[in-house]
């Protein structure tokens, strides 16, 4: 029998169950997946972490996944295309990732880019997504500097790359242990502290055509907006409050616009992994049941790339 995590009522991974389940058939436009590796994002744990209207209990957790095809609806077809049993695919926007086997939509299911591990390929399309999205709604062109917080984080991380095929250069503030990280990806490292501000400028040598926020401080904030003119060339996907205060724009998965732009780029960015471009860099596995283990050690805010559960 297949297992899951689920969470029974509000509250953090400690709380969360892990169970057995009984996975249907797949109907028409249904495949199930028999689970390699699923992706740790903090976004598992905030769904759950309290309640809110909408959310009702018992919630799947886990939103990415990388497996392969064990069944699959009649006149069925996933996401890339044509398929069939024992196909390797990754799965995105998806409800019960953290899980042995698990039937999704097809739509959702694009095949798994060869270069990638299982690991590696479960943790591509959410990071990859946001990082696509914050890109785009800035309007960042070739030729650009920008300005990136958090640049040695999974999202930060798949923004440099994606900014270094575009031509767009990148400044990407870190932590001084992190610096050959985010130089590997193509960005130009600052200290973050004080006196960002001045190293961020020394470092561009030029006017800051945006500032895409994914560390959440009030630091990224004021520095985004000392430096960049135009307050709709700042995006944060962490700081929720600072951006309905100070007028800059905010993304998320949740939001109607966030989710029609990610499930619309999904294509392009498997393929960019495909050919190579696009690297996952994965820190850590767990055994599936190992869970909340995983979470504490994403907790600590710097595990240094990807987390991935195995079943």
């Known amino acids: 029998m297949a297992q899951h995590w689920i969470a029974t009522m509000a509250g953090p991974p400690e709380a969360w169950s892990f169970e057995e389940y009984v996975v249907a058939a797949p109907a028409e436009g249904e495949v199930t997946i028999r689970v390699h590796a699923a992706g740790v994002n903090p976004a598992d744990a905030k769904h759950v972490a309290a309640p809110r209207a909408g959310l009702e209990f018992p919630v799947p957790i886990g939103y990415e996944i990388s497996g392969e095809i064990t069944a699959i609806g009649p006149n069925t077809r996933i996401g890339s295309g044509a398929a069939a049993i024992g196909d390797e695919v990754i799965a995105f926007r998806i409800y019960g990732g953290y899980a042995t086997d698990i039937k999704v939509p097809a739509a959702k299911a694009f095949a798994k880019p060869a270069t990638l591990t299982h690991p590696e390929a479960a943790n591509l399309l959410l990071a990859g997504t946001t990082a696509a999205e914050m890109l785009s709604v800035v309007g960042a062109a070739p030729g650009e500097t920008i300005l990136l917080h958090g640049a040695s984080g999974a999202v930060g991380v798949s ?21 050959d990280e985010v130089r590997r990806f193509g960005g130009i490292p600052v200290r973050y502290g004080g006196g960002l501000i001045d190293r961020v400028r020394e470092a561009a040598g030029a006017p800051i055509a945006a500032a895409l926020d994914a560390a959440g401080t009030d630091e990224a904030i004021d520095a985004s907006l000392q430096l960049v003119e135009d307050r709709g060339c700042i995006v944060t996907i962490a700081a929720f409050g600072r951006a309905s205060g100070d007028g800059i724009l905010a993304i998320a998965g949740s939001m109607p616009a966030s989710a029609k732009f990610r499930d619309e ?47």
């Open 265 to 311: 780029v999904r294509g392009e960015l498997t393929a960019l992994a495909q050919n190579g471009d696009l690297l996952v860099p994965v820190a850590r596995t767990y055994p599936l049941g190992q869970a909340p283990e995983a979470h504490r050690f994403l907790a600590t805010g710097h595990p240094g790339g990807k987390i991935a559960l195995i079943p």
């Open 159 to 179: 923004v440099l790359q994606q900014a270094r095929l575009r031509g767009i250069r990148v400044i990407g503030t870190a932590s001084e242990e992190r610096f």
